[in-house]
């Protein structure tokens, strides 16, 4: 069992930088590939982006490449989005999810074994 909470959202300017962070429990955090998601009101979840267990690869969705930057600290079962250039159009829940390396589709929000709480992300314009 693995259970997520992430911190971290907030209300920020657009063009402003933020940072969420997804503490993990659980012995076998290295086992499991980190995802971020989102969802605005009235979407689905959008794929944000994915860490391997071991952080050697990294997946970005297209509209967030070059701005947002994916890391995990292992020894900590954190991982993190480090957010910047922010757009109005970045404004949703935020949520990390957990699934084994070898296992699902990365870009699927449903095929994560485990999925936290959410955290606001507010991008005024």
């Known amino acids: 069992q693995v259970q997520l909470v992430e911190s971290g959202g907030g209300l920020v300017q657009a063009g402003g930088s933020l940072s969420l962070s997804c503490a993990a429990s659980?012995?076998?955090?290295?086992?499991?590939?980190m995802g971020w998601f989102r969802q605005a009101p009235g979407y689905s979840p959008e794929f944000v982006a994915v860490i391997s267990g071991g952080g050697s690869r990294t997946v970005y969705a297209d509209s967030v490449k070059g701005r947002f930057t994916i890391s995990r600290h292992n020894a900590a079962n954190t991982v993190y989005l480090h957010m910047n250039s922010l757009k109005p159009e970045d404004t949703a829940v935020y949520y990390c999810?957990?699934?084994?390396?070898?296992?699902?589709?990365?870009?699927?929000?449903?095929?994560?074994?485990?999925r936290g709480r959410g955290t606001q992300v507010t991008v005024s314009s």
């Open positions: 659980g012995r076998t955090f290295n086992d499991y590939s």
């Open positions: 999810a957990a699934k084994p390396d070898d296992r699902g589709r990365y870009y699927y929000f449903m095929e994560y074994d485990y």
